[in-house]
């Protein structure tokens, strides 16, 4: 049986609409982060590399992880019923 993880929270500036994108990949619906969602991540990765993140900014670039290998689950679940599904129709 395939278990969905779970998330917790979603980071506080997560924008509700807009946050996630769907991209077509060889006929397959992939979920990726927005443009704005990116922006933010990158934001908080830049800000790393020259200074400490306070408290807040780490539990937010966690949360975004969290988001990104949550949407990383579902690709290749997806991902992989499609293949399956095609095998079988061979």
Known sequence: MLLLPKLENLPNNFPIEGA????LIEGIPLFRASGKVQERINTLLDKQQTSPLNS????ELDLYEEID??????NRTVRNL???QNQSNL
């Open 69 to 74: 290998d949550y949407l990383s689950f579902i």
């Open 82 to 84: 499609y293949l399956t």
């Open 56 to 59: 807040a900014e780490e539990q």
């Open 20 to 23: 996630v994108r769907i991209e």
